[in-house]
């Protein structure tokens, strides 16, 4: 795609606010100026507004007030104005009673926040998993010209000789503690190797695939994705981030210029390229239903289904982030899907020229850490979108992180009607299930939990994991940790509390899993099926006020993106009247 900048000089929309000498603009100007700003400043140069999700709260986004520093030394640099903006901040570590619940709450303030305040541009200071998706989704109803600066990863995590991955690690010990083979002591002392710096989880979870599916989607500068947090170079990008957003208001280079199909394409088939997080599905649908592109859950399944995982980072493999940007980083993947028919070239990214023109002479720095597609870590990459009975509308499994023994199966369902039963139940030893059955968990999609939680991943029985199994499949209408592995099918669409197929499963039912015919099938005859759905009566609590009323009044479903009815669409940035 070619990219025609706009002509400048040109007035920007912050001038609505701050040019003239009306009561409103001598107002305007008048207070700003109260934090030191001398009037050569409001000569029409681009306001950028550093939209921060800093927070002690957000601990993976708690050095972000540091990087904004940096942002803003660019912005000067570069002939503008920043300033700094303190947004919603939903840390995946803290937000009850999920951070999903709050991503679109998150969305529509920051989305307000742009378009109420007095800014042409946006630099979005992201990291934690949700402070992402929210922020683009944001940014995407505005369409103001603007780039990510995400906070980086954390450093490896070292515990007994062994790398140690945010997350991945947990689960590990947490399953291995419940099959006594590590004991509590040694536990709590893994609990101070795992974070060992500022920055995100630094598996390919989450908040790396977020700011993976960033720099492809062409919506961060080239190589941002893998920078440790703490590496000098962290602080270049965002100053040189903070330049580049100057130039781009200049030039009016909108994120609608940028999130076109191709880029989503890119994006999804990059995930399948790093072994990316199963929330990478529901955040994608979501942005590109703010932008009005036509992107949809069968483009995961089309677009992703080829593309072997290359990345060999934990959840999937062996390493962690601070390895992959050793090697060289997403511009190495990149270029190999690039030379390799699996990338648009020619879609454009925050540069203002072609993805392809950033990559295309990078060089694989460990080609272990990155493999060759010949000597790929999984052959299959991308997301398996399932369909049949039990999920009409789609459900989604990461085969890279699935055993390879469960992806045809047919076994007996074991079903908990929503976490708390699953929580009271599952360690029973009188509990009937064995390595064979299917676990089927409900009331855990966007309006049930509500929020969709990161359940789906559900621990196994205690007495399944003490005969030495570590999988079984498990299939729910929640999300999954992007850290987190397992044959674990997740999204299921429409989801439980909505009367999907999903919430008239029984124990004993037989449930038929095709991941290769993409088929996902509760085995009972139609009529059975449609009677059992015609009794069905919700059994979820509906909040009765706030936010958690208009969530669960509101939400979509998994299949769309889970966003807000009323927040889909593109509504641009127009500034409105004001009289002091
Ligand atoms: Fe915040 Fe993983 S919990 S990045």
């Known amino acids: 795609m ?14 609505e606010w701050y040019e003239g000498s009306t009561k409103d603009a001598i107002y305007h100007r008048g207070w700003l100026k109260n934090q030191g700003y001398p009037d ?31 942002v803003k030394a660019g912005i000067w640099e570069a002939g503008g104005f920043p300033v700094e903006v303190p947004v919603f901040s939903a840390s995946e570590n803290t937000f009850r009673p999920t951070a999903m619940m709050f991503r679109n709450l998150a969305a529509m303030s920051i989305e307000e926040q742009i378009r109420g305040q007095p800014m042409d541009g946006c630099v979005l200071m992201v990291g934690c998993d949700k402070t992402t998706p929210s922020l683009l989704m944001a940014a995407a109803s505005c369409d103001l010209p603007s780039i990510v600066v995400t906070g980086g990863p954390m450093l490896n995590g070292w515990f007994q000789g062994e790398r140690v991955g945010t997350g991945t690690h947990l689960w590990r010990f947490s399953e291995a503690v419940k099959a006594g083979e590590m004991d509590q002591e040694t536990f709590l002392e893994a609990e101070n190797a795992v974070t060992r710096s500022a920055g995100t989880c630094n598996t390919m979870g989450t908040a790396s695939s977020m700011a993976s599916m960033t720099e492809a989607l062409g919506m961060a500068l080239s190589g941002n994705a893998a920078i440790p947090a703490v590496d000098s170079r962290r602080r270049v990008m965002a100053q040189l981030s903070g330049r580049r957003i ?12 940028i999130l076109t199909k191709q880029a989503f394409e890119n994006a999804v088939r990059v995930n399948g390229a790093i072994g990316g997080s199963t929330n990478a599905v529901v955040h994608l649908l979501a942005i590109a239903g703010r932008i009005e592109v036509d992107f949809t859950l069968d483009d995961w399944d089309r677009c992703g289904r080829d593309v072997p995982t290359i990345v060999n980072l934990q959840p999937s493999g062996d390493y962690l982030m601070e390895e992959f940007f050793y090697a060289g980083g997403l511009p190495v993947v990149l270029r190999q899907m690039g030379e390799a028919g699996l990338l648009h070239r020619d879609a454009l990214t925050v540069s203002g020229g072609p993805i392809w023109d950033e990559v295309k002479s990078v060089r694989n720095g460990n080609s272990d850490v990155i493999r060759s597609f010949e000597n790929a870590l999984t052959a299959q990459g991308g997301m398996a979108v399932l369909r049949g009975n039990l999920a009409p509308k789609g459900a989604i499994l990461k085969p890279s992180a699935a055993s390879p023994h469960l992806m045809q199966h047919k076994g007996r369902a074991v079903v908990f009607e929503d976490i708390d039963d699953y929580k009271a139940r599952i360690a029973d030893p009188d509990l009937d299930v064995d390595e064979t059955c299917i676990l089927v968990l409900k009331n855990c999609g966007p309006k049930g939990y509500p929020g969709m939680a990161e359940v789906g991943n559900m621990g196994l029985p205690p007495k399944v994991l003490k005969k030495g199994i570590k999988d079984m499949i498990r ?27 999903l919430a008239i499963v029984q124990n004993g039912d037989m449930i038929d899993v095709d991941v290769a015919a993409r088929r996902l099938h509760l085995d009972i005859p139609d009529e059975e099926l449609a009677a059992r759905l015609s009794e069905w009566k919700p059994t979820f609590e509906h909040a009765a006020s706030g936010y958690a009323w208009l969530h669960q009044a509101h939400v ?3 299949d769309t993106g889970a966003d807000l009815d009323f927040l889909k669409g593109c509504r641009g940035s127009p500034v409105g009247k004001d009289s002091h």
């Open 475 to 501: 299939i729910s209408d929640a999300r999954m940790s992007g850290t987190a592995y397992g044959t674990v099918i997740l999204h299921t669409s429409p989801e439980a509390a909505a009367g999907g197929p």
């Open 556 to 558: 979509e479903g998994a």
């Open 246 to 257: 100057v130039q781009m208001v200049k030039d009016d280079l909108k994120p609608s210029d």
């Open 40 to 70: 050569d400043l409001f000569d029409g140069r681009p306001i950028i507004g550093i939209l921060n999700t800093w927070s002690e709260l957000t601990p993976c986004n708690g050095h972000l007030r540091e990087l904004a520093e940096k």
């Open 2 to 15: 070619t990219f025609k900048p706009a002509k400048w000089p040109r007035r920007l929309r912050s001038r």
